[in-house]
């Protein structure tokens, strides 16, 4: 139910069910599991690119799954959030290298959500977010409620989570909540020219960057400059750093290997 391919430093995952707009089953989180772990244990892999086949991104979890009979005993959704859910979110959000993540069409509950644990969301023109939780009766997961506040302010939050409404790309971008929208055509080689350029950088300090940054979301100041301070000790000691400064005082371009 995916498609996985490595090249050139960048680890591509594309979500393929397209005709459930690669909603969510077992087998799917199964398998995107294993392709997280094999992106964290090749050291080959610089950066992931996660994106979806066909018109849409994700429409969250897989409802078909889930439709039980009247009388039939409710089943445990957090357990699904426990054993699903939160392990892929955090697996992304841990990821010591940059994620980019290029949302291809629309992208409803849960799949509005994982986007967001990533590090740089281009989406499509005709891409679109849905909270769709509210209409089903059930609370926004996969980290919206603590990214979406963060990144859109509570009362934009609130409203996308109570009302469900599609809010398109542009918006999106607008308001702060992914990076870009690009031209529907374009959005494939856009993100594949991003992660390639990413995967020549020092990628070992942007996975400092990228975890600093998160950080600071539940840190005071002082807490951060201490990090700040840990960080860049651990950058410091970096090949790619002394390659940056050597390359910078030759006045030559830097070849940099990511440790
Ligand atoms: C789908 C789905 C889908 C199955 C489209 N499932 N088939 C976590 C833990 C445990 C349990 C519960 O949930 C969670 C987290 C969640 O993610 S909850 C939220 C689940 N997602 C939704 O509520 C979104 C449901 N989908 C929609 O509202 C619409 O499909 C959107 C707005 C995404 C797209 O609308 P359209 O462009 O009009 O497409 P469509 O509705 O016609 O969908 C195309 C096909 O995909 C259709 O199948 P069909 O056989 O009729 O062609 C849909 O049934 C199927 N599909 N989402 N989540």
């Known amino acids: 139910h995916i498609l996985f391919s490595v090249e050139a430093g960048v680890a591509t995952l594309s979500l393929n069910r397209p005709e459930q707009l690669n909603s969510f089953n077992a087998a799917m989180h199964g398998e995107v599991r294993e392709a997280l772990k094999r992106v964290r ?21 897989d409802l078909a799954d889930r439709n039980v009979a009247p009388d039939a005993e409710a089943p445990d959704l957090g357990e699904s959030i426990e054993k699903f859910y939160n392990p892929l979110i955090r697996a992304l959000r841990d990821l010591p290298l ?13 799949g509005a959500n994982i986007p967001l644990a990533c590090d740089l969301v281009l989406a499509a023109r005709s891409a679109s977010f849905i909270q769709a939780f509210c209409k089903i009766g059930l609370v926004p997961d996969s980290g919206g409620t603590w990214s979406l506040p963060r990144l859109v302010g509570l009362a934009r939050a609130k409203a996308l989570a109570l009302l469900g409404e599609r809010l398109t790309a542009e918006q999106a971008e607008q308001w702060g909540l992914i990076y870009r929208v690009v031209d529907d055509a374009e959005l494939r080689d856009e993100a594949l020219k991003l992660a390639r350029h990413l995967a020549t950088q020092p990628t070992y300090g942007l996975a400092l960057i990228k975890r600093s940054l998160n950080a600071s979301l539940n840190n005071d100041f002082d807490t951060q400059l201490d990090l700040e301070r840990d960080l860049q000790r651990l950058a410091g000691r970096s090949e ?20």
């Open 98 to 110: 940059p994620v980019i993540c290029a949302v291809n069409g629309v992208a409803a509950g849960a």
């Open 240 to 259: 790619d750093y002394r390659e940056g400064v050597a390359a910078f005082m030759a006045k030559r371009t830097p070849s940099f290997k990511g440790r």
């Open 41 to 61: 244990q090749n050291p080959e892999v610089r950066v992931l690119l996660l994106t979806g086949e066909g018109r849409g991104f994700c429409a969250g979890q």
